[in-house]
């Protein structure tokens, strides 16, 4: 398997447990924000988010690959060869996934774009220790010292960032 198969294999993936996720029982918004300055939004907005995040630590915030996969997802659900036999509801399925997957590797873009990751290696760092930060807050919410154990390495991480010269 070639590196952008590896990646376009992780956007599958990340797409097909965000659907699964977004049609479990639950309130109708998530917080995607914290506990101090929560931001509520919809269900599938809140995974499509955390898949995001996800994506972009899978590919190490590679805005190259971000697009990639974003250009993939859109040529897959804009194919017209699907067979004869599929029925509409099965087609109509085919093309909410390949939404999502586009919805999660744009997200994704956005991300790294607007951290100014696509540019700037520090960002990218300080990108990539946030998400990973992300993940584990959403993964073992439930687990309060796992949490706080990933914040502060989440800060140790972040004043090596700064220490470093932009240029290493």
């Known amino acids: 398997m070639t ?3 590896r990646h376009l ?3 599958y993936s990340c797409t097909a447990n965000c659907l699964l996720y977004e049609q479990d029982p639950g309130p109708a918004e998530l917080n995607i924000g914290s506990q101090l300055e929560p931001r509520m939004v919809p269900r599938s907005h809140a995974w499509r988010d955390y898949y995001a995040h996800h994506l972009i630590t899978q590919v190490h915030a590679d805005i190259a690959i971000l697009r990639l996969c974003s250009e ?4 897959q659900h804009d194919r017209d060869d699907l ?3 599929m029925t509409a509801s099965k087609r109509e399925e085919a093309k909410q ?3 999502c997957a586009i919805d999660i590797a744009d997200m994704a873009v956005e991300i790294v774009e607007g951290a100014g990751a696509a540019t700037d290696e520090n ?13 584990t807050s959403i993964a073992f919410g439930a687990l309060p010292n796992v949490v706080a154990r990933s ?3 989440l800060v140790d991480e972040l004043d090596r960032i700064d220490q470093r010269d932009p240029g290493d």
């Open 3 to 5: 590196d952008t198969e």
């Open 9 to 11: 294999t992780v956007l």
């Open 72 to 75: 993939w997802a859109t040529r």
């Open 83 to 85: 067979p004869d036999d």
């Open 97 to 99: 996934f390949w939404r």
């Open 123 to 135: 960002a990218r760092r300080r990108l990539m220790a946030s998400s990973e930060h992300l993940q």
């Open 151 to 153: 914040a502060a390495d």
